[in-house]
């Protein structure tokens, strides 16, 4: 997932008085309250993944029949590719559209650079107070609104309950169980204990919060990966793998991942709800039963999770904000939000939505609720995404035995240092 940044103040300029393609109404009406019908278009750049956009899709289309005059242009951009797509065609004043549904790491990001529309006191935002405090912290920066929350997230630990119980073993609950019972399964049933994901810095938290680190300290404005909690969670992944506890891939982890645990290649993954549906599609979980979910197994300090989801954004530079707001106010709705769950199992933001018989009632989210309540929550600081791209190089490195914990931790500090001018 994630990552990538750019910043500069001529960019900026320009994206506060930026127009775009998307939002290509010339009569766009005041929705905000004004009592005018909504009219012309609104781009929709929706990020899920291949399992979920037929979902989101439809729910664009149900919008657009409560509005008739509004024309809903969906497009589901690759989540690898949006980050920089959004810059260039923001930066280049052509292209960029009206709503987007934005990783939470990049809204600080992106508002820094004045590519989002501030949302405070307009029809985006609709029962604030019925958001999860921990959702709404990453819509913020620097003291105004620039999304609202659609989808809160975590990293849990995705097994296979058939070949545990071949293998006679429990849930690990610490990376020291994880590769006892990684003996055990590959000896009984062949296959290998857990899929890594080495190629997405992302999944590198849960083993730097599990040494009891942090990428950086935000309030006391230090830096923190190249801490000796940092050196241990890089050598924690070097030893899964070293041990043929886990199997790893250094490109194109994600469909390695799904696929070597779909078909029964690997017994556990770590993973987030966003991979319920493609996994129920897998060859072993035609039984979805057999799909079981745990919290990430602890390192030698504690079990830990980073806090992720997805907010909606709007344009700074959108022709059509009326019915722009409009849509966000209705995709992060309860009633959408409920209709998510039921049928991707996302997690919602707004609390009233858990009240629900049939939201309260999924498994899923009887899991993830309780793990989303007790997940880390990152830095919501306009550089926050771009702290990912040195761990990517370095966890590859040391991955790949080219480089030492220790060296990797100390080149994520010196990057740290040269991005984060005013951290010690």
């Not at 909504?38 to 439809?58: I, P």
């Not at 040494?211 to 950086?216: P, Q």
């Not at 700074?316 to 409920?338: E, P």
Request: with cysteine; glycine share 8%.
């Amino acid at each position: 997932m994630r990552r990538g940044i750019v910043a500069t103040a001529l960019i900026a300029a320009v994206a506060l008085t930026a127009t775009a393609c998307g939002g290509d109404s010339d009569d766009s009406t005041k929705g905000g309250g004004s009592g005018k019908e909504l009219s012309g278009t609104v781009t929709f750049w929706d990020t899920s993944n291949e399992a979920e956009k037929a979902t989101y899709q439809a729910l664009a289309e149900a919008f657009e029949k409560e509005h008739p005059k509004v024309d809903v242009k969906y497009v589901n951009v690759p989540f690898g590719e949006a980050n920089a797509k959004f810059k260039n065609a923001a930066g280049g004043n052509s292209g960029a559209p009206d709503v987007m549904r934005t990783e939470v790491a990049w809204v600080a990001d992106f508002a820094s650079i004045g590519y989002l529309a501030p949302l405070d006191g307009t029809a985006a935002l609709d029962d604030e107070e019925d958001y999860l405090p921990q959702a709404a912290a990453s819509t913020e920066y620097e003291g105004k609104t620039y999304a609202v929350p659609q989808v809160i997230d975590t990293l849990a630990l995705f097994y296979n309950k058939q070949l545990l119980e071949d293998a006679g073993v429990e849930v690990p609950t610490s990376l020291t169980e994880l590769k006892t019972a990684a003996t055990k399964i590959e000896k009984e049933t062949g296959a290998t204990g857990l899929y890594l994901r080495g190629d997405d810095p992302y999944w590198f938290l849960p083993y730097l919060y599990g040494e009891g680190g942090d990428l950086v300290d935000e309030e006391a404005k230090k830096i923190t990966i190249d801490d000796e909690p940092g050196v241990k969670a890089y050598q924690a992944m070097k030893d899964l793998v070293d041990s043929k506890a886990a199997i790893t891939d250094a490109a194109d982890g994600w469909n390695n991942m799904q696929n070597a645990f779909k078909s029964g290649k690997v017994a556990m993954m770590i993973n987030g709800p966003w991979a319920i549906e493609d996994v129920k599609s897998g060859q072993k979980f035609e039984d979805p039963a057999n799909l079981g979910v745990a919290p990430v197994p602890a390192g030698s300090v504690k079990a830990g999770s980073p806090q992720g989801g997805w907010n909606l954004s709007v344009y700074a530079g959108s022709k059509n904000l009326d019915a722009s707001y409009a849509f966000v106010k209705y995709m992060s709705s309860a009633k959408v939000q409920q209709q998510t769950t039921e049928k991707l199992s996302l997690l919602p933001t707004r609390a009233s939505v858990y009240e629900v018989p049939s939201v309260a009632g999924n498994e899923m989210v009887k899991f993830f609720k309780p793990a989303v309540d007790k997940a880390v929550e990152r830095p919501w600081i306009a550089q926050g995404n771009a702290l990912f791209e040195s761990i990517r190089v370095q966890m590859a490195n040391v991955l790949a035995g080219k480089t030492t914990p220790q060296q990797a931790a100390e080149e994520n500090g010196e990057a740290y240092r040269k991005l984060l001018k005013d951290y010690q």
